[in-house]
């Protein structure tokens, strides 16, 4: 079984809290996950971000882009 597909293996988005699937995937268009590198307590951290915070500019604070999963 694919990671995406095991409902055990979920998260919530750090913005809004909906669940997401822990899964990333590589093809841009069918992600649903977005990891996004910022900062708590002064350490590095991901936050992962649904499509839809993702798409209207969410970011943690401390934001990093990522030039492996995209840099937006």
């Known amino acids: 079984m694919a990671a995406v597909d095991n ?3 979920r998260t919530k988005c750090a913005a809004c809290g909906k669940e997401l699937p822990t899964d990333v995937d590589a093809d ?3 992600r649903k996950t977005w990891p996004l ?3 708590h307590g002064g350490a590095k951290q991901v936050f992962p971000a649904c499509t839809d915070c ?15 999963f995209g840099a937006s």
């Not at 993702?54 to 492996?68: A, H, I, L, N």
């Open 7 to 9: 409902k055990t293996l």
């Open 28 to 30: 841009l268009k069918q």
């Open 37 to 39: 590198v910022g900062e």
């Open 54 to 68: 993702f798409k209207k500019g969410w970011r943690p604070d401390g934001y990093v882009p990522s030039p492996v």
